[in-house]
């Protein structure tokens, strides 16, 4: 074990003097610059690392301690961690909010503008990478020693800007100005190998080693971040890896005059980290990709690998010391690269190393979305990993092997349980490997999981029906609510007491209150100052003036097809088309606010984003509307943003189409922060209708049975069309070029879509879509009960904790002691 390191120093003063002083001495000795020539940003510099200070101390000693007491770590690969700004949540979970603001404003710094300058770490593109960062923070919350592995993208997710209503993307530039978190490990450096050939060599027992020499080598450096806990009572550490040529200048070529080839082998390495999902729609791209998920996969494995035999010795040891978490198939090339470790660095048996790889990797699916469950070509493999793609055939071997035993000539059920698809092109299904080679594969919602096993996985949980099993997703209240809704959160205290910043569940307290008119009268005024600072958001970003007291109905996404933003859309134009008929009827104000990207060579998700601005164009000029209706798209939505427009909603939009959203988590955030929801029985929101009450949603459309059957049948939007006067005019002003008079025929394709295919189920839910808006207008129209039902949405989420997510990962899977 590791001795007890005598010689760190003292704890950190504490107080707003002692800040004061910290954040000066950082500003002069770190920063180089004087309080008369210091910027904003160069005060959030100085702020962050003095407050780093705090952090250090209890993250070397807790990283000390989980090695001295030998417990198991868990170890949680992604190549998604949407992080977004750290400086608050560091503050908050370790106390120190008060006294840095109140050290800020001894210095005539606003610390509103400090808070600001920070960038979002954008190294995720939605949900996935939230989850994983609000598991980090929970991991730690919960005292469970951990490590979060990914990658250190130079730059995250693109920036969005819109131009004419069109999506653009231009370069996230998040470490433009340093990283004031992490500590740069260049000692820690692993060989990552691609390409090459496999070399058999005959021992001489006559038993045959393999050895892989790859033909190009690139280091994975690592970059460690803490991840403060609540209250500071564990910090545990996300190590990301930044792709290096092991030289990063070919002298010999560079003095010959090729300066460009000189550097290209650095070029072609640092690629790997260079941006977060590169476009995979073309055989470079793939190829990238795939290099992407190994390089970052490999160095977690190598890196606890190494740990752990610096420690205990034996890798035989390793299930009882190491839980291996695949945050979606990303990371699935683990199951190779772990057993190619055990038996070509290692020297163990076939059967040693497949019961230590079961026994370390466990797998989260998140998706039934066919373009998500990732395959490879098998020649793309081959070529690019040619250890790895033999160790597959091996498994694929052994595992059909067990198949045809237990099911002699059922070679339906082999070809489905075949980790190579062999129909349309020979791939590795990464899902398959995943699950193969974990001990434990669950799903995200009760819903979700339990279609795992009547679609993607149905055969294999035929054979291992103890294998597949549920953790509903769930958010950090810490972030959530306490730091992007210090309002509302200094209210609950103020009214339930303080229990519910420990354990949520406490928040049930909230019920006896719902039906109070004074405390509703105080709800709705957090509310509305949020609603106030929302507007000056979108006055800032996009010109357009909205009115607080309105409705703000929010639909905050990735722009996906199956989101159904489409959904959405042509419903505000059915909305439009009405208050125009009957323009004296008493209609609700209402505010549509849009936000979210698309992928960039996602060409219909891109033309939402269009129809979204023409929509706004058409809706916002009209003076009939008079403030009835405003369509807003906010530009750029990241976690920042998030933190801004969720305090603030009246109506969470949750309508994806039933059977397709695996979880959902902003379902969670809006509607712990009072917003009702409106959304299909999809995802978590079936859960969220168990724990909230009918009464207090607006549930609509097909269920997932009624969807798969209106596929089976062939479904055609024409019918749908046909059969609604509003859907079929709104098809009419979208043919006809009304939206669109600078491009007549913009819209003539996704009409057509509509029409002959509509796979979402756009059109078959629009009817339901419509009626029920307009039940939430008249619950609106309804104040008392509308806060009433907002009051219970924040009562009755307590259990949509991470916390409680964690907790069932690490009893039920990790086999993990909770530290409280």
């Not at 370790?94 to 050290?103: C, E, H, I, K, N």
């Not at 699935?332 to 772990?338: C, D, G, K, R, S």
């Not at 009755?796 to 086999?815: C, H, K, N, V």
């Amino acid at each position: 074990m590791t001795p007890p390191d005598t010689n760190i120093p003292a704890p950190v003063a504490r107080g707003a003097e002692a800040m004061r002083d910290a954040i000066l001495r950082k500003l002069t000795y770190d920063i180089g610059k004087s309080r008369a020539g210091a910027l904003d940003r160069d005060w959030f510099m100085a702020t962050a690392l003095a407050v780093r200070d705090h952090v250090v101390q209890p993250w070397l000693n807790d990283m000390r301690a989980a090695y001295d007491t030998g417990e198991k770590q868990v170890y949680y690969l992604s190549l998604e961690f949407l992080i977004g700004r750290l400086l608050r949540e560091n503050m908050s979970n370790f106390g120190l909010m008060a006294d840095v603001r109140a050290a800020l404003v001894s210095l005539d710094v606003s610390p509103a503008l400090v808070e600001a300058c920070e960038p979002d770490a954008a190294l995720g593109n939605g949900g996935l990478g939230r989850l994983a960062a609000c598991f980090m923070e929970s991991l730690a919350s919960l005292s469970i020693p951990a490590f979060g592995y990914g990658i250190r993208y130079d730059h995250g997710l693109f920036k969005q800007a819109i131009r004419d209503g069109w999506q653009e993307e231009f370069p996230e530039d998040w470490l433009n100005f340093s990283n004031p978190w992490e500590f740069a490990r260049p000692e820690i450096a692993h060989p990552i190998g691609f390409g090459g050939s496999v070399e058999e060599i005959e021992n001489g027992d006559g038993q045959v080693r393999h050895v892989w020499k790859p033909a190009e080598t690139v280091l994975a450096v690592a970059y460690d971040t803490p991840i403060v806990g609540w209250r500071g009572k564990h910090v545990n550490t996300l190590r990301l890896w930044s792709a290096r040529a092991p030289d990063v200048l070919r002298l010999e070529a560079f003095n010959r005059g090729d300066h460009i080839g000189a550097v290209s082998e650095r070029a072609r390495a640092e690629a790997i980290s260079r941006i977060l999902y590169p476009a995979d729609d073309s055989p470079s791209g793939q190829e990238l990709r795939l290099r992407q998920e190994f390089f970052f996969s490999s160095a977690a494995l190598q890196d606890l690998i190494r740990r752990h035999q610096r420690v205990y010795g034996s890798l035989n040891t390793l299930p009882d010391r190491v839980a291996i978490q695949l945050n979606d198939t990303h990371p699935a090339i683990v199951v190779a690269e772990l057993m190619r470790i055990l038996l070509d660095d290692n020297g163990m048996e076939w059967h040693d190393a497949w019961r230590v790889t079961q026994g370390c990797i466990s797998y989260t699916n998140h998706t039934l979305l066919p373009e998500a469950l990732e395959s490879w070509p098998v020649a793309l493999m081959e070529q690019l990993l040619p250890r790895h793609m033999q160790i597959i055939y091996m498994i694929n071997a052994v595992h059909l092997g067990e198949v045809s035993e237990a099911y002699p000539g059922d070679t339906r059920l082999l070809a489905s349980l075949s980790l190579i698809e062999e129909q349309a092109g020979r791939r590795v299904r990464m899902g398959h490997l995943a699950f193969v080679g974990s001990h434990k594969v669950n799903g995200v919602s009760a819903l979700h999981s339990e279609l795992l096993k009547q679609t993607v996985f149905r055969d294999f949980h035929m054979l291992q029906p103890h294998k597949l099993t549920n953790k509903t997703n769930g958010v950090t209240f810490r972030r959530w609510l306490q730091q992007c809704n210090p309002c509302l959160t200094e209210l609950l205290v103020e009214s339930i007491g303080p229990d519910f910043l420990d354990n949520p569940e406490a928040l049930r307290g909230l019920e006896k209150l719902a039906g109070d008119a004074a405390f509703q009268a105080r709800f709705a005024e957090v509310k509305r100052v949020n609603k106030q600072a929302l507007a000056q958001v979108i006055r800032e970003r996009t010109g357009i003036r909205v009115d607080p007291s309105a409705m703000f109905d929010i639909h905050i996404k990735r722009i996906h097809e199956y989101k159904r933003q489409l959904l959405n859309v042509l419903e505000t134009i059915a909305l439009y088309d009405a208050i125009r008929a009957e323009p004296h009827r008493d209609w609700q104000p209402r505010v549509k606010i849009f936000a979210g990207k698309a992928a960039a060579s996602y060409h219909r998700a891109k033309l939402i984003i269009k129809l979204a601005h023409d929509v706004a164009r058409m809706v916002n000029r009209d003076p009939m509307m008079r403030d009835r209706l405003k369509v807003v798209f906010l530009p750029n939505y990241n976690v920042s943003l998030a933190e801004v427009i969720i305090p603030a909603a009246d109506l969470s939009e949750q309508i994806s189409t039933a059977g397709m959203e695996a979880s959902g988590t902003g379902n969670m955030k809006l509607g712990l922060n009072g917003a009702l929801t409106i959304g299909t029985l999809d995802g978590a929101n079936v859960e969220m209708l168990e724990h909230v009450g009918a009464e207090n949603m607006f549930i609509f459309g097909l269920t997932t049975p009624e969807v798969e059957q209106r596929r089976a049948e062939g479904w055609r939007g024409q019918m749908a069309i046909e059969a609604s006067f509003r859907l079929s005019q709104v098809m009419d002003q979208l043919t006809s070029g009304v939206l669109s008079p600078d491009d007549r025929g913009r819209y003539q394709d996704m009409v057509q879509n509509l029409r002959e295919h509509d796979h979402f189920l756009v059109t078959a839910d629009f009817d339901s879509y419509f009626a029920k808006q307009r039940e939430v207008d008249m619950l609106w129209a309804q104040r008392a009960e509308w806060q009433r039902a907002a009051i219970l949405n924040t009562a009755r989420l307590g259990w949509f904790s991470s916390d409680r997510t964690i907790r069932e990962y690490a009893e039920e899977i990790w086999r993990v002691p909770v530290g409280r």
